[in-house]
Each structure stands twice: as structure tokens, then as C-alpha cells.
């Protein structure tokens, strides 16, 4: 039997999924409609993947400009290929670089999945507190403990997770006020929207590893797929969650 010779897809590039972060598009339309409603004139998207959000707020704002920056360079390609499709790229930046470098403020800033940037969550609050001009807002969505995982689940988690790597729903919220925001809107995610995440995410190597077994590189693509899925089903579902928070600033 001849070896094929096409290269397996890179792990976690997202071709089926439209949004980077477990979110379904009822959801996202939503959330959106609550930022769009505020009128912003300028958004600012850190940690932006493939700036999804950051580029239909734009197309629905025709007056709006955007930057949006991640440290991925084929995400950032993906969101620049969009753009131009949409006919929004003169209006729109997308930056291959660190989020936590960029200091420029907007009516809008979105943090999803993406604190890590600016160290803890408590940490990355107060930055993107000091990015929101007055009577904008920030759209942030972060991990969260559903339940406090015991020793047993940690260990089928990410290498390394403790249980101090995230918080519960309540203290989540709780440091965004301390940072100065009061939630205007919380919202967590459905196991259907942690699942067309997961699933999303591995679907092209999956079709890939079917249709190519006999590829030197199968082995070590079955492998990396085996662990990704059974770090989701044996370890943070139903354990780990996720929520969208939409933060208003107070008044200093």
C-alpha cells in the first residue's frame, strides 16, 4: 500500500468550528446585540484568535474601527482572510503580537479564554479595566470550577492544573467588581457548546487519521487525539465551566 504523503492538519486550528471559545452562534448574537446597541466607534479585541466577534461587531457598526492582536500568526491570517472577504479590512488591524503590550483604549474590549496574557485573572481585570473608555465595556469570558475538582479528576486534567487555577462562577464575578466593573450580564455555557468546542477542535485530524492509518505520522496523531478527548470526557466535564461576563466600568 502506497504512504500517503499529505501532512496531517495542525492540532487546535479551528477549520470547523466559527467562533475560537465554546460559543454557540444564538449565544453570540445575543451577547453581540448588547455591545453593538452601546454604539461603539472603537473595539479592541486581545487574544483575538480569529477576531470572529471583533469582525461581525464591525460589519454591524459601519462607523466602528477595530484592532484585534494574538500571538498565533495562523489565526491572525484566518481573521485577515475574513476581513477582506466581509469588505471591513480597511477598517479593522489584525496584529500577530502580545495582547498585553498593546496600551490603546476602546468602547469595546473583549477578553475571551485569553487572561493568561496579562498573568491571573484578578490581574488581567484590572489591566483591561485601564483599556475601557468611559460608558464603554468589556466582554470577557474565562474558565471556571463547577464543582471543586478532587485529586482524582486533577490528575486527568492538563499536567500541572490545581485547583487554584480557576475559581467558582460566584468569586469569578466577584473580581471583576474589585477590579471596577459591575456586570451587566453573566452567562454560562451548555454542555452542546462545550461539546461543538471539543469535538471542533479535533474533527480534521480526526477525518485525517481515518482516511490516512498507514501514515508515519498517524501514531503520534492518535496519540495527541486520544489524550485531548479523554482530558474532556474523563476529566473537566461537568467539572470545569465557562461564563461570559459583559463588565461595566464604575465611576472612578
Not at 483599556?131 to 474558565?143: I, K, N, S, T, W
Request: with cysteine.
Amino acid at each position: 500500500m502506497t504512504i500517503p504523503e499529505i501532512s496531517p492538519p495542525p492540532a487546535g486550528s479551528g477549520k470547523h468550528l466559527t467562533f475560537n471559545s465554546p460559543l454557540s452562534a444564538e449565544r453570540a448574537d445575543r451577547m453581540l446585540e448588547i455591545l453593538i446597541a452601546r454604539k461603539p466607534m472603537t473595539i479592541l479585541d486581545l487574544g483575538c484568535g480569529w477576531a470572529e466577534l471583533l469582525l461581525r461587531i464591525a460589519a454591524k457598526v459601519p462607523e466602528a474601527v477595530g484592532k484585534g492582536i494574538d500571538l498565533h500568526e495562523p489565526d491572525i491570517v484566518r481573521a485577515q482572510r475574513t476581513a477582506t472577504a466581509r469588505g471591513i479590512d480597511k477598517r479593522v488591524s489584525l496584529i500577530h503580537g502580545d495582547a498585553s503590550e498593546f496600551t490603546t483604549s476602546a468602547d469595546v474590549v473583549i477578553n475571551i479564554g485569553a487572561f493568561q496574557a496579562f498573568g491571573t485573572i484578578a490581574e488581567a481585570l484590572v489591566r483591561l479595566r485601564e483599556l475601557v473608555l468611559p460608558g464603554g465595556c468589556l466582554m470577557f469570558g474565562a474558565e471556571y470550577w463547577e464543582q471543586t475538582p478532587t485529586p482524582e479528576q486533577l490528575s486527568k486534567l492538563w499536567d500541572g492544573t490545581a485547583v487554584t487555577d480557576c475559581q467558582s462562577l460566584a468569586e469569578l464575578v466577584d473580581e471583576a467588581i474589585s477590579a471596577g466593573f459591575r456586570p451587566m450580564k453573566i452567562e454560562t455555557i451548555t454542555r452542546n457548546e462545550w461539546e461543538d468546542y471539543e469535538t471542533g477542535h479535533m474533527a480534521d485530524r480526526e477525518i485525517w487519521l481515518a482516511a490516512n492509518p498507514d501514515h508515519p505520522e498517524a501514531i503520534a496523531v492518535k496519540q495527541q487525539l486520544d489524550s485531548q478527548r479523554s482530558i474532556w470526557l474523563r476529566g473537566h466535564r461537568d467539572v470545569l465551566g465557562f461564563a461570559y461576563l459583559i463588565l461595566i466600568p464604575t465611576l472612578a
